[in-house]
């Protein structure tokens, strides 16, 4: 037996306007390429070859498919023209035919099949003709039976068109809550409903509502809620306490913090309604990718603006600075030494001095909690060389590939916009938030968040 | 590249060896039952081992040639090579195609009737 999969460009036109990013063919449906399905069907039916029939492009479906030596049948692909009726495609491939059983499956139409049933039986005793119909797809039979229909014989069979993001929706659902009882289904999990894909990171705080079923390289943030019926795709991150339940989110997509998607299709950017169709562009501040050195980061209101904070701040750090500061100086709390920072001009440098406070005296514990050991950096935002707040500033002299040079934004300041954020400033985590903040932020949104920077650093243990 | 021609049922089946580029296409382009446009040809490209657009370009130069333009070239044995060039091009849609001669040549065979 042999299996014919015809499709036609005006069949799946839909797809590529609403799903641009993957070919139809592998649209993916509870995790699983919808081709897959059709294979796994000819397989179940008992086809050792399968040839794949389009009017349009198969470069992707072929790249990801190749010669079918993974499911151990030969697979082909050829082309048809888009009027070609069900007894030219078998013209065409008569060859491939040869004068074996053909079942041909046409259309972009989602076969709901049952692999406990016996297909194979089944597809060689029908007489020839149409096995299961539906509006824009059939399954046909040709040739003479190699079998005889056997009494007990019972194949449960639809055919169910995806003929929009509706009827998507319903069979990618429909494929999760049947799961892997009717359908062979990506991922591995100890119980039923609950499939997980390879290298899933899960915070502990998670709660995962089944049935769902979750692709490989996916990230499930801190309070995150996934399910009930939630399929989430590969290299995926859920990001803090979002939810996701009855929906779909589609590979390589970032869901970002404190967001509810319910009855959802999340793909890339986009935030489709399966219902009406709807779709809205979810934009992503942190993307760095649309950030430039702009006007905005040398704007006069900011400087004067930050110049005039850091002069409140001079006057009324002044007094507990000059008790504090003779006082550790003596007691050998407090280093200072010569260093080169990188300015916010290319290829510059500033001379800022690097200070080190002993926070293990009382003393020592004010001056750190008031932030003195910044003091002297103050002056340098009044002459305008420096930001109230920023970037982390950086040493000079090495080669960084986080140098002005070669990042989209850089603008020195006393205190970090990482430090106003409530999480772990390190690593690329504290780069991301000072460049978001540095494309984002007014004047006026910095004051705040020099409070904010100037609070928190009030908890910290270790010295500067 | 070399073209072999032989003749069944009435239909030219041109038989085609080597490469198909800027260089051999105007060969084809010159073909006798290429250029009578009465001619229905099916042209065998099991054996191309190369296409570019030139080739590309002078198949379907010869299927505007003809009286019937989706009917008076077609195509069989295409090899994965040739078939990744038409997809890429889309030419694909612009010709009936087959994996075995016979039957391009009883299609061509009943189209020629059927026009005439």
């Known amino acids: 037996m042999k299996t014919i999969l015809a499709f036609r460009e005006s069949e799946y036109a839909w797809v590529h306007e609403k799903f641009p990013c993957v070919h139809p063919l592998l649209l993916p449906l509870c995790n699983k390429p919808f081709i897959e399905f059709l294979i796994d069907f000819a397989i179940l039916a008992g086809s050792s070859a399968v040839r794949i029939l389009c009017d349009g492009g198969l470069g992707e479906v072929e790249r990801y498919c190749e010669d079918g030596s993974r499911w151990g049948i030969d697979l082909s692909y050829a082309s048809i023209h888009p009027d070609d009726s069900i007894h030219a495609m078998l013209g065409k491939n008569r060859k491939f035919c040869g004068e074996e059983r053909v079942m041909i499956v046409s259309g972009f139409s989602f076969i709901r099949y049952d692999k406990r049933y016996d297909y194979k039986s089944f597809a060689s005793s029908m007489p020839p003709g149409e096995w299961s119909t539906c509006p824009g797809g059939r399954i046909t039979l040709t040739g003479v039976p190699t079998k005889a229909v056997p009494d007990w014989l019972i194949a449960d069979l639809s055919l169910m068109p995806l003929d929009s993001m509706t009827s998507y929706y319903q069979a990618s659902m429909e494929t999760l809550k049947t799961g892997e009882s009717r359908y062979v289904l990506p991922g591995y999990g100890d119980e039923p409903e609950c499939a997980f894909g390879r290298n899933v990171v899960i915070s502990k705080s998670v709660e995962i509502r089944k049935p769902v079923s979750i692709g490989n390289n996916v990230q499930l943030l801190g309070n995150a809620i996934i399910g009930p019926s939630a399929i989430i795709g590969s290299n995926v991150i859920i990001d803090r306490e979002s939810s996701v339940e009855s929906s779909i989110v589609f590979d390589n997509t970032y869901i970002g913090e404190h967001l509810e998607i319910i009855g959802r299709i999340a793909s890339g950017n986009r935030l489709n309604d399966p219902k009406s169709g709807a779709s809205i562009a979810m934009e992503d501040p942190h993307l760095l990718s649309g950030i430039k050195k702009n006007r905005h980061l040398r704007s006069l209101p900011r400087k004067i603006v930050h110049a005039c904070v850091a002069l409140v701040m001079i006057a009324a750090f002044f007094i507990p600075f000059i008790i504090l500061w003779p006082l550790l100086k003596l007691g050998g709390h407090w280093k200072s030494s010569p260093a080169s920072f990188l300015s916010e001009r290319t290829d510059e440098t500033m001379p800022l001095a690097k200070v080190e406070v002993d926070a293990s005296g009382a003393a020592a514990a004010i001056a750190v909690a008031l932030s003195l050991d910044r003091y002297f950096r103050l002056f340098w935002v009044v002459t305008g060389q420096l930001a109230l707040i920023g970037s982390t500033p950086l040493l000079a002299g090495e080669s960084r590939p986080d140098a002005p040079a070669y990042v989209p934004a850089y603008l020195p300041g006393v205190f970090s916009y990482a430090e106003a954020e409530e999480w772990a400033a390190t690593g690329g985590d504290a780069t991301i938030v000072e460049r978001f903040h540095l494309a984002h932020s007014n004047p006026l949104t910095d004051i705040g968040l020099v409070i904010k920077a100037f609070i928190n650093r009030f908890q910290e243990k270790s010295t500067i | ?116």
């Open chain 2, 1 to 116: 590249m070399t073209i072999t021609e032989t003749s069944k049922i009435g239909i030219a089946i041109l038989s085609l060896y080597g490469t198909l580029d800027a260089l051999s296409a105007p060969e084809l382009r010159n073909n006798r039952s290429i250029i009578d446009p009465e001619k229905t040809v099916v042209i065998d490209l099991q054996q191309v081992d190369f296409i570019d657009s030139s080739g590309i370009g002078a198949i379907v130069s010869a299927s505007r040639q003809k009286r019937q333009p989706s009917g008076g070239i077609v195509l069989a044995c295409m090899n994965d090579r040739v078939r990744k060039v038409f997809e890429i091009t889309n030419a694909q849609k612009l010709f009936h195609i087959f994996d075995d001669t016979t039957a391009a040549v009883d299609f061509a065979s009943s189209r020629q009737s059927a026009s005439a």
